[in-house]
């Protein structure tokens, strides 16, 4: 999904040792396992914006991915992304009436020599904002529009999770995946027929534990994915489990890495991940995406004061 990404770019011009076979893509190493031990403490609320006011919080978010060497945006992918036909402008983000608005226009660009027809706005965390595992949590509404491309997502180190990413043109149409940016690189994606989630706001969440993620739409569980496998490279129950010899998902995200919280409405190049204009022509006034609030809970037990 963001392979525009300069954290990315070595990775991805180096290429890959050799291409994966359809198994090697599903089924890892085998690893010692001792079992499907959950922790069922209580979440416990560690972050929160209910996008108060009248203006984004400047020490929790930025407007444009900081993986310039200073954080600034004076880097080439700073304010691009993958295969979208998308400069990020900082107008295009608001906050009024307690929600954030994330807009989108018609309107031809240039970011360090690469032209796009189309400008969106994003959110991306600093500081704090840097979790690893927990339940990630967005309620928000989606935009209707062919090429519209909203997601909630979060990237750091090798690791992404996609909570959610959905094309207008089909909004009942949910998707959810993983990735993996090692060498080689690995993937899931999933995806579910829902009624058409621009209708109205919805809740939308990801829970990241050591052994499982699941994904979930108002409260309705969507996807699972576990970090381990059987031989068919089927999840297996993140809790219950017995002990012994199990194949890892080479897709799962890893322990070590934190990841920042991400929201983004693009434009898709045509035939790119959604099926994007083929022209650049004026979006219908008032086409936004709106969120009334992003939280991160984490377990009791794992919580430490910050």
């Not at 525009?4 to 085998?30: D, H, I, N, S």
């Not at 979208?84 to 608005?101: A, E, K, M, P, Y």
């Not at 529009?145 to 690791?159: S, V, Y």
């Not at 080479?250 to 409405?265: C, T």
Request: aromatic share 12%.
């Amino acid at each position: 999904m963001r392979n525009a990404l300069p954290l990315l770019a070595a990775l991805l011009l180096a290429g890959t040792a050799g291409a994966q076979t359809e198994r090697e893509k599903r089924v890892g190493p085998v690893q010692a396992d001792d079992g499907g031990t959950c922790d069922t403490s209580a979440w416990q609320l560690v972050f929160q914006d209910e996008f108060d006011g009248d203006r984004l919080d400047p020490d929790t978010w930025r407007t444009w991915f900081p993986y310039s060497a200073d954080g600034s945006d004076r880097c080439d992918g700073c304010r691009l992304m993958g295969t979208s036909n998308t400069i990020f402008r900082d107008d295009l983000v608001t906050v009024s009436g307690g929600q954030l608005h994330l807009g989108v226009r018609a309107r031809e660009g240039e970011w360090y020599g690469r032209r796009k027809e189309h400008e969106g706005g994003m959110v991306h965390s600093v500081g704090d904002a840097r979790f690893t595992y927990g339940r990630f949590e967005v309620r928000c509404r989606i935009p209707k529009g062919t090429g519209l491309w909203p997601a909630f997502w979060g990237f750091g180190g090798e690791t992404e999770i996609d909570v959610f990413e959905l094309c207008g043109e089909r909004p009942g149409l949910f998707k959810g995946a993983l990735h993996r940016w090692g060498r080689p690189k690995f993937s899931t994606n999933g995806r579910k027929r829902l009624p058409d989630l621009s209708e109205g706001f919805h809740d939308y969440v990801v829970e990241w534990e050591r052994d499982g993620i699941s994904w979930f739409i108002d409260g309705q569980l969507v996807q699972y994915r576990g970090r381990y496998v059987d031989r068919r490279g089927r999840p297996l129950p993140a809790c219950g489990r017995p002990a012994g010899d199990h194949h890892t998902a080479p897709y799962f995200p890893r322990a070590e890495d934190g990841l920042n919280l991400i929201l983004d409405l693009a434009v898709s190049e045509p035939k790119g991940f959604c099926n994007g204009p083929k022209r650049p022509q004026p979006w219908p006034e008032g086409t936004r995406f709106d969120v009334e609030h992003v939280r991160v809970y984490q377990r009791r037990s794992a919580v430490t004061p910050r």
